[in-house]
Each structure stands twice: as C-alpha cells, then as structure tokens.
C-alpha cells in the first residue's frame, strides 16, 4: 500500500510539472507569432490534452468496445464544460475575444448537430459517419493553422524578445514532453488511486463515476488550473471548447472508423434510452450556456460558472439513480 500511495503522489507531482511545461510551450508559441491565447488552447493544447481519450477509445475499438467511445465523448464533453471551464470561470472571470471565439464555437455545435443527428435518427455510428467525423476534424485544423499563420504575416512585429531567447524548438519541446508527462502522470493516479479506493471499500460504481471519469479529464483540468494560475484564463477556455471538439470527431470520429458501434441502451428513462433524454441535451445545454452569452456580452461571468457547476453536480447525482 505504501507503493501505491507514493505511485499516486508521483502521479500528482508530474501532472502539475507536465501542465506547467505544457502551458509555458504553449504560451511561449502563441506570444511569438502573435496568435491568441483562446485559438491556441482550441488547437495544439486541446489535441495534446484529448490524445488520452483518442488512444483509449482507439484500443476499445480494436477491441470490439467502439461504444465506449461515445459515452467517453459525451461525458467528457460535459465534464470538460461543466465542471473544469465552470471551474475555471468561477475563479476567473475574464472578457474574451469574440473574433477568437467564434471559429471553435460554431464548429463544435456543427458537429454536434451531425453527432445528435445520427444518434436520435439511425441509432448507430458507421464507418461512412466516422469518416465524416474525421473530415471535420481535419478541415478545423487546417482553418485554424490558415487563420493563424494570417494573423501572425500581418504582423509586422511577430518576435518577442524573451520568447525569441527561449527559442521556437525549446516551446515545442515543452508542449510534447508536458503532455506525455501529463498523461503518464493521470495513469499513475488513476490507476493508483483506484486501488486506494478499493482497498478502502469504496463501491466499484463510485470508483467509476469519480476516479475513472474525472481521470480522463485529467489533463484538461491541469491544464486549466495552471493556465489559471499564469494568468491565461482564454488559453483554459480554448482548451475546453477545442477538446470538446476533438472529442466529437477525433475520438468518436476514430472509434467509428476502426470499429463501427450502435448507440449503447443500457440504461433508459420512461423507456426512452437514457443517452438521447439526459446525456446529449445536456451536453448541448452546457455548451450554449458556456458559449452563447459569451458570445454576446464577451466575457464570461462568474453566474455562468456557479450555473454550470449546479448542472454539473445534477447531472453527476441523477447517473447514480437511473
């Protein structure tokens, strides 16, 4: 036991010193050639952050699994939105710009009525959709790194001084060693903790909703809190919305490809599968509350986080009564 709690610690000390790394590389990159906090989180840290969930869902596919992913997607779009940038919003609230936000937002809710559609229409997730999912995720990326690299030729003045000190290679370095320590350290106290939990008699069901779910969303939250803490509360919030995305096309979009699944039917309310009643409404009601007065006001209010957080904490009770 005593192992295990210093695997768990050690878990918890590489995940602070990879979301440090991580969110200096990141930082550092969006400083020097003048892209915005919020369209850098969007991209290159939330592809960083979702490559747990891509991996994990990509060897349950392989495995036959594929209906994982959809349930990882979905659960993590809601963890992500309503507990980690609710989180981040309580804490810091802060104005946003609008013209960043706006390419990431309207994505997400493109593919998520693509998502919606085919789980309440055809009740399963082809090879043809995941396709699909994929081509999405591809197109994004590159309007992204178009947009940015627009941005940054305008600019006459592209080099900060300090960050040409560090050198562009060394930032680079920072975000993939930041983000393999950051999964590496999310395994050992996911794993390690699991069997604290068990040893303590904690029921399998609590171990899962706690421990395995927010696990996952490990990275994310990390990277949050230390962007938080370095006063870049848009790179946390691009980071949200960009994972988010990437969990829609990139996990499920994989999982699909490598493994076709139906929508899973396990659990129902009034005989209705519980998935297409709670679990998408509520991932599309998070996101609009997150996103759209934001999009209004451009800024994010500490109400909107306290609402999110009470959603979050609804949401978590009703999964253990159905």
Known sequence: MFLTVLWFVVG??????????????????????????????????????????????????LAGHG????????????????????????????????????????????????YSAVAYFFGEFSRIVGIILLAICAAYIGISVYTALKNAHHDETTLDEPHEKKGLALEIVMIVIGAAIIAFGA??????????????????????MTFIAIGTSLPE???????????????SLGNVIGANIFNLVLVSGVSSVV?????????????????????IPVMLTVMALLTVPTLISKKLTRTQGILLLVIYAAFFTVQFVI
């Open 67 to 114: 209906q994982i992913a959809y349930g990882n997607a979905i659960g993590s779009i809601i963890c992500n939105t309503a507990l980690i940038a609710a989180i981040t919003v309580t804490l810091r609230p802060s104005k946003i710009e609008r013209k960043s936000f706006v390419l990431p937002v309207c994505v997400f809710f493109f593919a998520a009525a693509i």
């Open 187 to 208: 395994d050992l106290l996911v794993d390690n903790g699991i069997i604290i939990a068990e040893a303590l008699g904690v029921p399998e069901s609590v171990i899962g």
């Open 259 to 279: 493994s076709p699944f139906p929508i899973p039917s396990e659990k129902t309310v009034f005989g209705i599968n519980s998935s297409l009643v709670i679990d």
């Open 221 to 235: 939250l990390v990277t949050a809190i230390t962007s938080i803490v370095k006063g870049h509360g848009a790179l």
């Open 12 to 61: 918890l000390i590489l995940l602070i010193k990879g979301g440090d790394w991580f969110v200096d590389g990141a930082t550092g990159i969006a400083k020097r050639f003048r892209i915005p906090d919020i369209l850098i989180g969007a991209t290159v840290v939330s592809i960083g952050t979702t490559l747990p969930e891509v991996m994990v869902s990509a060897t349950d596919a």
